[in-house]
């Protein structure tokens, strides 16, 4: 499987990358207003079960609410907060918002899974766990309901600095999952050394995997690597109908998100979102083959 992948990777998986071209970057004084301000707002965007279509949980996906030019994403001013000093402020920011909406939905009965994305510069720092953890016991919090989402490449460019910080979390209970995996020519071996639990396939290698013999082929030597290794998958990027479909004939992976099921929205729409989805799902789930 590893070499596998890594041909597949070499060959032809650069083409198939997502990354779009976005507008340029921000101006790091404006960001630091912003953040101190409160104009960082978190979305959130569901992870459902796709033998069930059970809600596992929700990822949390920073917007700033600029006062004067809207909604800037999170590809304009993420990496200009990691360059600037600001990622740690920012990534608290998120985390407060997340675990307070949490309690909020604990206590209307819902308990999800909290999953925030995070930079090789947080979970390598030692006051950022300290923080989470502290703020998971202040908003009770379970700490096992909690994932930090680290991208692949980011965690792969500096493999050594990240093992002692994720087995510090891991110890703690704290999911640890890959994110955009398939982008960042990680080998099995690699893998193996760290205690990551969860493995989110990129969506260049989901989206139209049905169709495209190259995406399949990476698609599945992928969650041949994460069942060796015992990790739980999700497929991000699923867009369509086809996508869906595609997912509940395979029968492999375990947690789905994307267009598909809902984009991400403001944490007030989660409830109205979750009552539509439970209708929505009659004709959606295919009988599971034993
Ligand atoms: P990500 O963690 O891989 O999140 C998925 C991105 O893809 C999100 O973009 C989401 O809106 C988008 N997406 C979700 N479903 C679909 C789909 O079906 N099709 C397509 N084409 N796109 C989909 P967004 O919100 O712009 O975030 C981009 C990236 O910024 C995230 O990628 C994550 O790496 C980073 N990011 C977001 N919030 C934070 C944060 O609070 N802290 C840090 N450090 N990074 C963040
Ligand atoms: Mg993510
Ligand atoms: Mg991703
Ligand atoms: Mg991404």
């Not at 009965?109 to 994305?117: F, K, P, Q, T, V």
């Not at 510090?168 to 640890?176: A, D, E, F, N, V």
Request: negative net charge; proline residues 5%.
């Amino acid at each position: 499987f590893e070499r596998l992948c890594q041909v597949l990777a070499q060959g032809q998986a650069a083409p198939l990358l997502p990354k779009g071209s976005h507008g340029g970057l921000c101006d790091p004084a404006d960001l630091a207003r912003g953040i101190a301000s409160g104009e960082l707002i978190n979305h959130y965007q569901p992870k459902v079960v796709l033998a069930n279509g059970a809600v596992d949980g929700v990822e949390a996906l920073v917007r700033w609410q600029h006062p004067r030019q809207g909604i800037i994403y999170p590809d304009q001013f993420i990496s200009v907060a990691e360059q600037h000093g600001m990622i740690e402020e920012l990534s608290r920011c998120v985390m407060r918002q997340a675990l307070s909406d949490a309690r909020f939905w604990r206590q209307h009965g819902l308990s999800l899974n909290i999953a925030i994305n995070v930079t090789m510069n947080n979970i390598s720092s030692l006051l950022f766990p300290e923080f989470v953890t502290q703020m998971a016991m202040e908003t009770g919090m379970p700490l096992d309901h909690l994932v930090l989402e680290v991208t692949e490449s980011q965690l792969m460019a500096e493999p050594l600095k990240a093992l002692d910080s994720v087995a510090r979390l891991r110890l703690k209970r704290i999911g640890l999952s890959i994110d955009d995996f398939g982008t960042g020519y990680s080998s099995l071996a690699q893998l193996r050394d760290f205690p990551f639990n969860e493995l989110k396939i990129d969506r260049s290698f989901v989206h139209q995997a049905s169709r495209d013999p190259t995406r399949k082929a990476i698609f599945d030597s992928t969650l041949a690597m994460a069942e060796q290794l015992g990790m739980s998958t999700v497929a991000e990027g699923v867009e369509d109908a086809e996508d869906w479909d595609y997912l509940q004939k395979l029968g492999r992976c375990h947690l789905a998100q994307g267009y598909f099921i809902a984009r991400p929205m403001p944490a007030e729409k989660i409830v109205d979102w979750l009552q539509q989805w439970h209708h929505r799902l009659e004709g959606l789930i295919a009988p599971r083959k034993k």
